[in-house]
């Protein structure tokens, strides 16, 4: 069955600390990535996507995350955290054919120490 | 500015007291989608559409029902609410309806019901 899996329910990492959020999904063929952010109060935003080419994907607000085939994994990563990064990230992974198709991982809560 | 409206935000209800919750949209998108957030489930999908008067089943479609009579609008409507209806609604939209394209969130709406 296919299925995305975020390993860690909640992460807590001091300000200015570099972060790394995995996500493995099981599929039938390569499917197409996403990693979005949910900010208290709000909506899913995307970071960032990846369909082909480069695995190495660069997003929005310094946010990166590389595909990895053999390991069926898509780990989001940031360099160096800020206090506004405190959100919830969710992997998701999707066929070309349907966005009806899309499954969402359960979902990451990221907590920022001062 | 793009947007996708939810009403209302916040709603606390009786059990069977029918409600409707709205969503529209001002960027001409095809796909229209509904989700429940519960925690530690991530995103479930109740219905989507592909265009006006296409609609179909999510994973989780019991319970609710939706309607799309205009390309801008996409009312998620509870008949007969229970208990376990109690969630965080997120309706979606996108271009197209590959897999390929990010979705754009509302705000959601938090529904509780008694």
């Known amino acids: 069955a296919q299925s995305v899996t975020q390993p860690d329910i909640h992460i807590t990492v001091s300000e200015g600390a570099s972060l790394e959020l995995r996500c493995n999904y099981s599929?039938?063929?390569?499917?197409?990535l996403f990693w979005y952010v949910q900010s208290p109060g709000q909506g899913l935003q995307l970071l960032l996507k990846?369909?082909?080419?480069?695995?190495l994907v660069q997003g929005i607000k310094g946010f990166e995350a590389e595909f990895k085939r053999s390991q069926s994994s898509f780990n989001l990563r940031k360099p160096s955290v800020h206090w506004s990064d405190a959100a919830e990230y969710f992997c998701?992974?999707?066929?070309?054919?349907?966005?009806?198709?899309?499954?969402f991982g359960s979902g990451t809560r990221l907590s920022i120490r001062p | 500015e793009a947007q996708v409206t939810q009403n209302p935000r916040y709603l606390i209800t009786v059990t069977g007291k029918k409600l409707t919750v709205t969503c529209s949209q001002n960027?001409?998108?095809?796909?229209m989608s509904w989700y429940r957030q519960d925690p530690g489930l991530g995103l479930r999908q109740i219905y989507y559409?592909?265009?006006?008067?296409?609609?179909d089943k999510g994973d989780v479609p019991e319970g609710y029902k939706v309607s799309r009579k205009e390309k801008r609008n996409f009312p998620l409507i509870l008949e007969s609410p229970s208990p376990n209806q109690t969630s965080l609604y997120f309706c979606?939209?996108?271009?197209?309806?590959?897999?390929?394209?990010?979705?754009?969130f509302g705000d959601g709406t938090r529904l509780s019901i008694l």
């Open positions: 990846y369909f082909s080419g480069d695995t």
């Open positions: 979606a939209t996108q271009t197209g309806g590959g897999g390929n394209q990010p979705q754009h």
């Open positions: 599929y039938g063929a390569t499917p197409y």
């Open positions: 559409s592909m265009n006006v008067e296409v609609t």
């Open positions: 960027m001409n998108h095809e796909y």
């Open positions: 998701a992974v999707a066929p070309y054919s349907s966005a009806s198709k899309i499954i």
